[in-house]
């Protein structure tokens, strides 16, 4: 079955960090690029990061750049994001998405996981 | 920042209207649009790409269409399962953004 299954969310303090974790099944992992997209509480969504296929290419949103840092294991069809320095605003449902493509100027996200939460408060 | 209009915000329809739901972009995107439908406490789950390709699976009473810069996905006849929200997304530039959502309740 062709599905994303993360983990690793939880309640940390502000400046805390947290590793969140997604495991790819039913498709060839390092074919495509994957991302996080994260929903803040009765909000829209909001991506955040994402990764090529082979990690050699990474972006991310202005939001989190130089907190988070995205990569990705092909050994072990799973996609990682390291969160540092987490604010009170990163509170979300973090996605992890797959997209139809290796890398490219422009991709939308072909499949979802079911998402896993990140509480940032004392 | 390219910027994504939706609207409404939110609907009311019954079972077996057809609803139609727009999607405004600040700026040219080309057909580099994405809509996607959410269920409380579910993924999100894509329904069309590039402004009007139907993904594999998704029923045909979806569609998508393109004008100029306003994007549209209707569903010709609302079925009880279609009742969730609706978020429009752009490809076209980093970073990717999406509309603010369209919550498509029940009559």
């Known amino acids: 079955e062709v599905q994303l299954l993360e983990s690793g969310g939880g309640l940390v303090q502000p400046g805390g960090s947290l590793r969140l974790s997604c495991a790819a099944s039913g498709f060839t992992f390092i074919n495509y690029a994957m991302n996080w997209v994260r929903q803040a509480p009765g909000k829209g969504l909001e991506c955040v990061s994402s990764i090529s296929g082979g990690a050699k290419s990474t972006y991310y949103a202005d939001s989190v750049k130089g907190r988070f840092t995205i990569s990705r294991d092909n050994s072990k069809n799973t996609l990682y994001l390291q969160m540092n320095t987490l604010r009170v605003e990163d509170t979300a449902v973090y996605f992890c998405?797959?997209?139809?493509?290796?890398w490219g100027s422009g991709f939308y996200f072909d499949l979802w996981g079911r998402g896993t939460l990140v509480t940032v408060s004392s | 920042d390219i910027q994504m209009t939706q609207s409404p915000s939110s609907l009311s329809a019954s079972v077996g209207d057809r609803v139609t739901i727009t999607c405004r972009a600040s700026q040219d995107i080309s057909n580099l649009l994405a809509w996607y439908q959410q269920k409380p406490g579910k993924a999100p789950k894509s329904l069309i790409y590039a402004a009007s390709s139907l993904q594999t699976g998704v029923p045909s009473r979806f569609s998508g269409s393109t004008s100029g810069t306003d994007f549209s996905l209707t569903i010709s006849s609302l079925q009880p399962e279609d009742f969730a929200t609706y978020y429009c997304?752009?490809?076209?530039?980093?970073?990717?953004?999406f509309g603010q959502g369209t919550k498509l309740d029940i009559k």
């Open positions: 997304q752009q490809y076209y530039r980093y970073p990717f953004t």
């Open positions: 998405a797959k997209a139809p493509v290796t």
